[in-house]
Nanobody
C-alpha cells in the first residue's frame, strides 16, 4: 500500500511559478511511475505529466510543455512538479498518482493523493 500526500499548492499570480511536491509513505516509490493530474469541478481529471521510475522518461500534456517540469527523488520517496508561467485556466486541484506503467490514463494509476488546490489569479 502506498500513501501519497501532495503539498505546495496555493494562490499565485498569472505568470508566476509554483512547485508541487508529492511524498510517499508505506512503500517505496522507486519502481512506480508517477503522474500528476488536475481536475476542475464538473470536468474530468486531466493528465498533466508523468515520469518513469528511473526518471529517464517523461511525458507532458502539450499545453504545459516547456513550462512544467516533473522530477523525482527516489531516495526521498518524493516527486515534484515545477510549474512556471502559470495561467488562470490552470486553476485546479492537482493530484499525484502512482502506477505500474507510463501512461496518460488515470485508470492505470493505482494510488492517488488527496490533491492540492492551485489557484492562479489573473
Amino acid at each position: 500500500q502506498v500513501q501519497l500526500v501532495e503539498s505546495g499548492g496555493g494562490l499565485v499570480q498569472a505568470g508566476g511559478p509554483l512547485r508541487l511536491s508529492c511524498a510517499a509513505s508505506g512503500r517505496t516509490l522507486s519502481r512506480n511511475v508517477m503522474g500528476w493530474f488536475r481536475q476542475v469541478p464538473g470536468k474530468e481529471r486531466e493528465f498533466v505529466a508523468a515520469i518513469s521510475w528511473s526518471g529517464g522518461s517523461n511525458d507532458y500534456v502539450d499545453s504545459v510543455k516547456g513550462r512544467f517540469t516533473i522530477s523525482r527523488d527516489n531516495a526521498k520517496n518524493t516527486v515534484y512538479l515545477q510549474m512556471n508561467s502559470l495561467k488562470p485556466e490552470e486553476t485546479a486541484v492537482y493530484y499525484c498518482a502512482a502506477g505500474p506503467i507510463l501512461s496518460r490514463g488515470s485508470n492505470l494509476y493505482n494510488y492517488w493523493g488527496q490533491g492540492t488546490q492551485v489557484t492562479v489569479s489573473s
